[in-house]
């Protein structure tokens, strides 16, 4: 599995903090934190969306290339 993939699991369990503490305590602080982490989760997420779809490009033009011989 990629380790991109893993980071992002990782954080995303790391939020898990703040997310109790924002929905069950009404912590204020912590949904400024969690809405920050949402925002670093997004990025991160997005990353692997782009290395996916360039992995999906150099596969297709590999496939491309091998099928021309």
């Known amino acids: ?25 009404g912590q204020a602080a ?12 997004k990025r991160m997420a997005q990353e692997i969306r782009n290395e996916v779809q360039e992995i999906k490009a150099q596969r297709k033009n590999q496939k491309s290339s091998s099928g021309e011989n």
Do not use: H, I, N, P
């Open 30 to 41: 912590a949904g400024t934190r969690l809405r920050k982490g949402l925002s670093e989760l």
């Open 1 to 25: 599995m990629s380790q991109k993939y893993q980071q992002l699991v990782e954080y995303l369990k790391s939020l898990e903090v703040d997310v109790q503490k924002f929905y069950e305590k």
